[in-house]
C-alpha cells in the first residue's frame, strides 16, 4: 500500500494514521473529536450526537466511511477456483452482480476472518474484510491463473443506511428501485467510476458504493447536497455498532478472536463456534480448513457456540462473565447493549458448547454507580439472532420514506 | 482398473523397506519406480565398460543388523567385505593420520593425552547420540495431537541421562545446539581430529564448523551409524539388488521404467496413482517415498492441499551443496596410508580449512580448496576391471546456485579436487579412463530430486523431528487421507539407513488396523 493518505512520509510518524479520502468532509462535521484506529486510518468513533447517529440509520438515512475496509482485487481466468480454496462457501453459486458473505480459515480450520465477496463478472471479484491477508491470499493463489492485489487505499467506500436511503439515491440520481438485498449495480459515470450494493452492516435498508479514490469527495457532497430533507446524518462507529448488535452481526476481533492475531493457542475458532456454521459448504471438493472442520465435527470438539442474549434490566452487560446456576462460569459477553428499537437488554456472547441449548444462564454485571460497583447477577435467556427484523431491510422495492 | 493395497512410489531403499515390511504383514503392494534399477540415489552405474562406481552414496554406514535381518537381506544377498573400513585423513606437507576402523578403535601413533582426550570426546557424543537414537528410529510424536507421548519420550530420555549421572543431561542440553567447531576445540582433541569431525558434521549440509547447531550433523551420524562402518559386497547396486530381492521375497510387485504422474485425490482421500503412461491404479493408501517438495507440489498439487502446509512445504530449503565426482581409474592409485582394502580418504586438515571451504558457498561461490571424501575401492574389487580402481569424491560446499554457472563450474571443481589428488597420489590424473560431475542440478535432474539434495531438503534445527519434512505431516502422514510420506525428507532424515521406511511402515500398518 502507498503511504499516500498519510501525506509525507516523513511527517507520517507525527501522527501515524492514514486518512480516509473522506477525512477532511467527517472532521469538518466533528465537534466530538472521538476519533478510534480502523485498521491504521483514523475512523469517526463519534461525530457530533451518538444518539442522534443511531437514530439517523433507524429513521432517517446515516452516511458512514467505509473507506478504511480491508479491500482484495481478485481476477483471472482461475478467480472462482481461487476462491472455492479460500472460503468455506460454494462461490460457483454466487452469481455475477451478487455479494456473497463468507469467511475463510487456516489449515485447522480456524477461522482467519469473516467478509464479503462482490462478484462483478466471471472471473473479477473484490473480497471485504476487517483483518490484512495478502500473504495468505498470495500463498493460497501461487498455482492459480489469478492476480490478487490489495485496493484498500485505491477505493473508497460510503454506506448509506437507513430508511429515506433508497429515496435520498433516487433524488440523487441513482436508481435502486429493483436493486434486491446483496444485488451489486454500476454507479452512474458522471459520479466515477464504481459500484453500488444492496449491503450493509445495520440490518436496516442501506446501500453501499465503492468510488475510485479521486471521485470520492465529490460523491460524498452529492449525496450530502440531497440528504438534506431526508435527513441525512454522518455517523461513527458508536451508532454503527449498535445497529449491528441489533442486527446480530459479529466483528472480528471483537466477537471472536481471529486466528492471525490471537497470542493463545485456545484462542481462535472454527467457524461452528461462531455460528458460521451454515457457511461451511462440505460438497466442495476441497477448501483450506476442510479436513479440520470435518474431523471436529466428527468427533464433536466444538468447545464454544456464540448465541444471542437477552438479559433482565437494563443494564448494558459489555463483557459481563456468564453463568449457569449462578456458580460455573460458562462464557463471555463479547458484546451487549440496551437495544433501542427492540427495547430489550441484548448481547452476544460466546457460551461453553454444553451449555447452548441449556437455561439458567446468568450473566453478572458490574455497574459503576459513582464510584462504587453494583454487582447484577441477571437471568440471561437464549435467543435467536437478529434481534430485530425490520421487512425494510428486505422489501423490493424499497419503501419511499 | 488394477488395485492394490498400497503403492509405494519410488524403489529407494526407503521405499523399499516399506514396500517389504508391508507386504511381509500381508498387503498387496506395488513398487513403482520411474528409473530401470532399483536403489534411487544409493545405487551404482556403469561409467565405464566394466566400471561400476557408486552414483551418489557410496557406503551403507547407517543399516543395522536389526533391520537387515527384519527384511531378510542377508538371505537376498547382502554381504559385507570384512575388513572395517579405514579413514585415512590427507594432510597437507604431513603424513597422513590412519584411524583403522572410523571412529571406533584407539587411533595408532597417538600420543597418551591427545588419545584420552578423543577417546573422552567421543565417549560423551556416543552416549548422548544413543539417546538421540531412540527418537530416531521412531515416528516422532506429534505435539498438538499426543502431547502425553511426547512428554513421557522427552522424560524417558532425561531419566536415562540422568541415571548416568545428573551432569549428563546438562552436558548434552548444553552442547545440543553448539557450533562442532567450539565441542572440539574445548574437548582440545588433535587439530587433524577436529578437522575431520567439523567435515562430518557438516557434509551434506550447509552449514560451516562455527555455525551454531553444526554439532547435531554429528549426533545424527553416530545415532545412526553405530558399529562398524560397512563396505557392501558388490558395491551398491549388490546391495540395492538384495533390497529388491527381498521385497520380491516378501511378496511386493515391483515396476521399473514406471514413473507417476500424479496422485489421484477424490475429496480429501487417495484414490491411486495414475503413471506417466496414463494407466490409472488403484490403492486405499500411497506410500510416497521421494521428496516431499516432489510429492506436494507435483504428483498430489497444492490445489487439494491447505494453503499453510503448502506454504511450509515450498519453504523447506532443497538446494543442494554436495557435488558427486566420480573417477574410473585405470590403476589402483596409491595413498600414502592406505592399503588394498576399500578406504575412505578425507581431505579437511582443521577446522579452519572446512569453515573457509564453507564461507563462499553463502555467496554462491566454489571453494578454493574444496573438503572432501572418497572412497577407494578395494584391490581386487569386481565392481572395475582386473587392476582397476574406482574413486567415489564427495565434495562439500558446491552449491546449487552457483553464480558463474555450473557448466565452468563443473570443469573448474574437477580441476581443483584432481589437483589436489595428484598431491597425493602422484599420477592419478594420467590413470582417469572416465569421469563424471555431478552437481547438485544434475542429481536433481537425474534422481527427480527437487534441489538436488541429498537429505532432500536442509538437515537443520527448524526441519528435523517434528518439523520433519513439516509440521503437521511428521508422522509420515500427508494431511491428505490414505497418503504416507518416508524417505530423506522425512524424519530422521538421509543417509542409507531406512529408518523413514520402516517407521512409515508400521504407521500404515497402525492407521489400517
Known amino acids: 500500500m502507498s503511504m499516500k493518505a498519510a501525506g509525507a512520509a516523513s511527517e507520517f510518524w507525527r501522527n501515524p494514521q492514514w486518512k480516509s479520502p473522506f477525512h477532511d468532509r467527517i472532521e469538518a462535521l466533528m465537534t466530538e473529536r472521538h476519533w478510534y484506529d480502523w485498521a491504521g486510518y483514523a475512523a469517526p468513533e463519534i461525530i457530533d450526537d451518538a444518539e442522534l447517529e443511531y437514530f439517523a440509520i433507524r429513521s432517517t438515512a446515516a452516511l458512514f466511511d467505509i473507506s478504511p475496509m480491508v479491500k482484495y482485487s481478485i481476477s483471472g481466468p482461475d478467480a472462482e477456483q481461487f476462491l472455492n480454496h479460500l472460503t468455506l462457501r460454494d462461490v460457483s453459486k454466487l452469481k455475477a452482480g451478487r455479494v456473497q458473505y463468507t469467511a475463510w480459515c487456516d489449515d485447522d480450520g480456524q477461522v482467519l476472518d469473516d467478509g464479503t465477496l462482490f462478484r462483478f463478472d466471471d472471473s473479477t471479484f473484490r473480497l471485504c474484510c476487517q483483518e490484512r491477508h495478502l500473504p495468505w491470499l498470495m500463498d493460497t493463489a501461487f498455482d492459480y491463473d489469478v492476480t490478487v492485489r490489495e485496493e484498500t487505499d485505491e477505493i473508497a467506500g460510503l454506506a448509506l443506511q437507513g430508511p429515506t436511503s433508497a429515496a435520498l439515491l433516487r433524488d440523487a440520481g441513482i436508481d435502486v428501485s429493483g436493486l434486491k438485498p446483496f444485488q451489486i449495480a454500476v454507479l452512474p459515470k458522471s459520479l466515477g467510476r464504481g459500484h453500488i450494493s444492496r449491503t450493509g452492516f445495520t440490518g436496516d435498508l442501506g446501500y453501499e458504493l465503492f468510488v475510485d479514490r479521486k471521485s470520492a469527495g465529490a460523491l460524498w457532497d452529492h449525496l450530502w447536497q440531497h440528504g438534506t430533507l431526508r435527513g441525512l446524518r454522518a455517523i461513527g462507529y458508536h451508532a454503527l455498532n449498535i445497529a449491528r448488535i441489533e442486527a446480530g452481526f459479529i466483528v472480528a476481533n471483537a466477537d471472536f478472536v481471529t486466528s492471525e492475531t490471537a497470542l493463545r493457542s485456545n484462542r481462535p475458532r472454527l467457524p461452528d463456534e461462531i455460528g458460521l456454521d451454515w457457511m461451511v459448504d462440505l460438497t466442495k471438493p476441497h477448501f483450506n480448513g476442510k479436513r479440520a472442520i470435518e474431523r471436529s465435527r466428527q468427533s464433536k470438539s466444538r468447545r464454544e457456540v456464540l448465541v444471542g442474549l437477552e438479559i433482565e434490566g437494563n443494564e448494558p452487560a459489555q463483557h459481563a462473565i456468564v453463568y449457569h446456576a449462578k456458580r460455573r462460569e460458562v462464557g463471555v459477553v463479547t458484546a451487549g447493549i440496551w437495544s433501542p428499537t427492540a427495547k430489550r437488554n441484548i448481547a452476544l456472547a460466546c457460551v461453553d458448547a454444553r451449555y447452548e441449548t441449556g437455561d439458567n444462564l446468568w450473566v453478572e454485571i458490574y455497574a459503576l454507580r459513582e464510584l462504587r460497583y453494583h454487582k447484577l447477577m441477571k437471568r440471561a435467556r437464549i435467543v435467536e439472532r437478529p434481534f430485530i427484523k425490520l421487512p425494510r431491510r428486505t422489501l423490493t422495492p424499497p419503501g419511499d420514506f | 482398473m488394477k488395485s492394490f493395497d498400497t ?428 569421469a563424471e560431475t555431478l552437481a547438485p542440478p544434475d542429481i536433481e535432474e537425474r534422481y527427480h530430486v527437487p534441489g538436488g539434495h541429498w537429505h532432500h531438503g536442509e538437515w537443520q534445527v527448524d526441519r528435523l523431528f517434528f518439523n520433519r519434512p513439516v509440521f503437521g505431516a511428521a508422522n509420515y502422514r500427508a494431511p491428505i487421507e490414505g497418503l504416507f510420506i518416508c524417505g530423506a525428507g522425512t524424519h530422521p532424515g538421509g543417509g542409507v539407513n531406512g529408518l523413514s521406511g520402516l517407521n512409515a511402515a508400521r504407521e500404515i500398518l497402525g492407521a489400517v488396523r
Open chain 2, 7 to 434: 503403492i509405494v512410489i519410488g524403489a529407494g531403499h526407503n521405499g523399499m523397506t516399506a514396500a517389504n515390511l508391508l507386504a511381509r504383514r500381508g498387503q498387496k503392494v506395488l513398487v513403482l519406480e520411474a528409473s530401470q534399477v532399483p536403489g534411487g540415489m544409493a545405487t551404482s552405474s556403469e561409467l565405464a565398460p566394466g566400471y561400476s562406481i557408486p552414483s551418489i552414496a557410496h557406503s551403507l554406514n547407517g543399516l543395522d543388523d536389526k533391520t537387515i535381518a527384519a527384511l531378510g537381506l542377508a538371505g537376498a544377498g547382502l554381504r559385507f567385505e570384512p575388513d572395517p573400513l579405514p579413514t585415512v585423513c590427507l594432510l597437507p606437507a604431513a603424513d597422513p593420520l590412519v584411524l583403522p576402523n572410523g571412529y571406533a578403535a584407539p587411533i595408532p601413533g597417538m600420543a597418551g593425552g591427545d588419545q584420552k582426550n578423543w577417546q573422552d570426546l567421543l565417549g560423551s557424543l556416543s552416549f548422548q547420540a544413543a539417546i538421540l537414537k531412540q527418537f530416531i528410529a521412531s515416528t516422532p510424536p506429534q505435539p498438538r495431537e499426543r502431547s502425553f507421548q511426547l512428554k513421557a519420550e522427552g522424560l524417558k530420555a532425561a531419566l536415562k541421562m540422568k541415571r548416568a549421572g545428573k551432569s549428563e543431561l546438562r552436558e548434552f542440553l548444553r552442547m545440543v545446539l553448539m557450533p562442532a567447531a567450539d565441542v572440539v576445540q574445548e574437548a582440545e582433541i588433535d587439530r587433524r581430529l577436529a578437522g575431520l569431525l567439523s567435515f562430518d558434521a557438516t557434509l551434506g549440509i550447509a552449514v560451516g564448523p562455527r555455525s551454531p547447531t553444526s554439532i547435531l550433523g554429528l549426533y545424527y551420524r553416530l545415532a545412526t551409524q553405530t558399529g562398524q562402518p560397512r563396505v557392501p559386497v558388490g558395491g551398491m547396486a549388490a546391495a540395492m539388488n538384495a533390497f529388491h530381492q527381498a521385497g520380491v521375497a516378501a511378496g511386493a510387485v515391483f515396476r521399473f521404467g514406471t514413473p507417476v504422474r500424479r496422485i489421484v485425490v477424490d475429496g480429501g482421500k487417495v484414490t491411486g496413482v495414475v503413471t506417466e503412461g496414463g494407466e490409472e491404479i488403484g490403492a486405499a493408501t500411497v506410500l510416497s517415498a521421494i521428496s516431499p517438495v516432489a510429492t506436494f507440489g507435483s504428483l498430489v498439487g497444492s490445489r487439494v492441499m491447505d494453503t499453510g502446509i503448502v506454504r511450509d512445504v515450498r519453504s523447506i530449503r532443497t538446494k543442494g551443496n554436495v557435488t558427486k565426482l566420480n573417477l574410473a581409474l585405470g590403476l589402483r592409485p596409491t595413498f600414502k596410508g592406505a592399503g588394498n582394502g576399500a578406504t575412505r580418504l578425507v581431505f579437511a586438515p582443521s577446522v579452519d580449512d572446512v569453515e573457509r571451504a564453507f564461507n563462499p558457498s553463502k555467496y554462491g561461490e566454489l571453494p578454493e580448496a574444496p573438503c572432501f571424501e572418497a572412497i577407494l575401492s578395494a584391490a581386487g574389487d569386481q565392481s572395475v576391471p582386473a587392476g582397476a580402481a574406482y574413486l567415489s569424491v564427495s565434495v562439500q560446499n558446491t552449491p546449487y546456485d552457483l553464480r558463474s554457472g555450473w557448466k565452468k563450474g563443473r570443469v573448474a571443481l574437477m580441476k581443483s579436487v584432481m589437483t589436489r589428488l595428484e598431491q597425493f597420489s602422484p599420477g592419478i590424473a594420467k590413470a582417469v579412463v572416465a
